[in-house]
């Protein structure tokens, strides 16, 4: 079993695009396949090797390994090589026409209510006519001869598509300055480099049928091919997902603090009716079922992307996100306050309420009840039972009790109303910290 992620190095991932990677990588994981990123490069103008360079460092943050990397601007070689069997077939055909000229045929026939469908002039061309254009300094471009059938397949996904061929004009595949078009690149590559399995988006259904037509032409048996097309996701709004913009892009997520592990969950549980949990890849992989993803077109749902991001993140282990916290922070500071984190960065600010020189909001109106705190303040050694024992303290001396009793002090010690336990961010605070603190509260 080999499979493809095969992306167009021409702007950064998004969410949609990841989609498949993460299903291809799943499904390649859990049958034991092999997988493969192929870099769609045909187009030399939008494609760039920095987007290609993005699209594998992307995929690293994911989680997502594959076995072999290929760029089809490295196999020119061999789409020329196939395109020679299909001339020596008759199932290429060169073509002269301007796109003026196709225009005018386009609008000609639906004036005519005709499907602007090509009209194949150029197969007919006599060897004379073909030299007399090339004599003219013309230079052809070759169109794949369709045949004249409807192609069908079972979709793991999409049950039984049918395309009918008869209406689709057929297909440029190489241009006139010798450039190979991906649809044709694509079926070369899958049939050569072994894949088993197609599994891309739902806006390859009509390319799915033209390219069993030339699998065929090739000589490929097309039966050796199991599709499935994934409904493409849309936006928050029911929009197009474009490489262009970058709003749900894989790097703008990255950079919000969204953590990979949230993100592969997310969209693998995207469109199933399977609620989604925070799972490594590998236990994402021993589950993950094809057959359950609906033909129904989900959408981004960033509520649901950030309540499993907090999943993700309330369930690291100190060792594993170490490096991304300040250097200093401790296993006791991350058991502190991982459950309290929507985002990583957030950590960042209770470090620094922690450890750092924060100003703590002046509160007039309580100024005896934070002298009293301070007055009653524990030496140290400081532990899990020290606010406990503070707080008590304080109770009997002042009366008060729940916020009245805890609030002024969470806002003295913290600048905030809601957060970690104070019982965990105490002992890290520190004495001469907190005494600093209050005094300036009360102040
Ligand atoms: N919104 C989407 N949801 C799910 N899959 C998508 C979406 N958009 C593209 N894909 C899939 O992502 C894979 C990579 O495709 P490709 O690089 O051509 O992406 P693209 O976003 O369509 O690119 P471009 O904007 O450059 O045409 C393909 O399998 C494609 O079907």
Redesign the pocket.
């Known amino acids: 079993m080999k499979l493809r992620f095969?992306?167009?190095p021409?702007?950064l991932l998004?969410v949609?695009?990841a989609?498949?990677a993460v299903a291809n990588a799943l499904f390649a994981r859990r049958h034991g396949g092999c997988f493969l990123l192929r870099m769609d490069d045909t187009d030399a103008g939008r494609s760039r090797d920095e987007y290609a360079g993005g699209i594998e460092q992307d995929l690293r943050w994911l989680g997502i390994e594959w076995d072999e990397t290929v760029r089809q601007s490295d196999r020119r070689d061999r789409y020329e090589a196939a395109a020679q069997r299909l001339r020596a077939t008759g199932r290429l055909y060169p073509c002269f026409e301007s796109e003026d000229e196709l225009r005018f045929k386009r609008e000609l026939r639906l004036r005519q209510n005709k499907p602007p469908v090509y009209d194949r002039a150029m197969l007919r061309l006599t060897p004379e006519q073909r030299a007399q254009a090339e004599a003219n300094g013309k230079v052809p471009y070759w169109r794949f001869r369709l045949s004249d059938r409807v192609v069908t397949w079972n979709d793991l996904v999409m049950g039984r598509p049918q395309v009918k061929l008869p209406p689709i004009s057929d297909p440029v595949v190489i241009r006139a300055d010798g450039t190979v078009l991906y649809a044709f690149a694509s079926v070369v590559d899958d049939i050569e480099l072994g894949i088993t399995h197609v599994m891309?988006?739902e806006?390859?259904l009509s390319n799915t049928g033209v390219q069993l037509d030339m699998i065929e032409a090739l000589g490929a048996d097309p039966r050796r091919f199991t599709f499935a097309h994934?409904p493409?996701?849309l936006d928050e709004a029911g929009g197009k997902?474009?490489?262009?913009f970058d709003g749900l892009s894989l790097r703008a997520l990255r950079h919000d603090g969204i953590e990979p592990r949230a993100l592969v969950s997310y969209l693998a549980r995207l469109g199933t009716s399977e609620d989604p949990e925070a799972l490594p890849f590998e236990e994402l992989a021993k589950s993950w079922d094809v057959r359950r993803v609906s033909r129904s077109a989900p959408r981004f749902d960033m509520r649901q992307l950030l309540a499993l991001n907090r999943r993700a993140l309330h369930g690291l282990p100190f060792a594993e996100i170490r490096d991304r916290l300040p250097p200093e922070a401790t296993d006791a500071f991350w058991n502190a306050v991982r459950g309290n984190l929507d985002m990583l960065g957030e950590a960042r600010h209770w470090w620094d309420v922690v450890g750092g020189a924060f100003v703590p909001p002046v509160q007039e109106a309580q100024a005896t009840y934070l002298a009293d705190a301070l007055a009653l303040l524990p030496e140290e050694p400081w532990g899990p039972e020290t606010w406990r024992d503070w707080t008590g303290a304080l109770r009997e001396r002042s009366g008060r009790r729940g916020h009245e009793l805890f609030g002024p002090l969470r806002l003295a010690l913290t600048g905030e109303e809601k957060g970690p336990e104070m019982r965990d961010l105490l002992p890290l605070m520190g004495r001469e910290r907190v005494a600093g603190r209050l005094r300036v509260a009360a102040s």
């Open positions: 095969a992306p167009s021409t702007g998004h949609g695009n989609r498949q891309r988006g806006d390859h994934l493409l996701l997902l474009s490489k262009r």
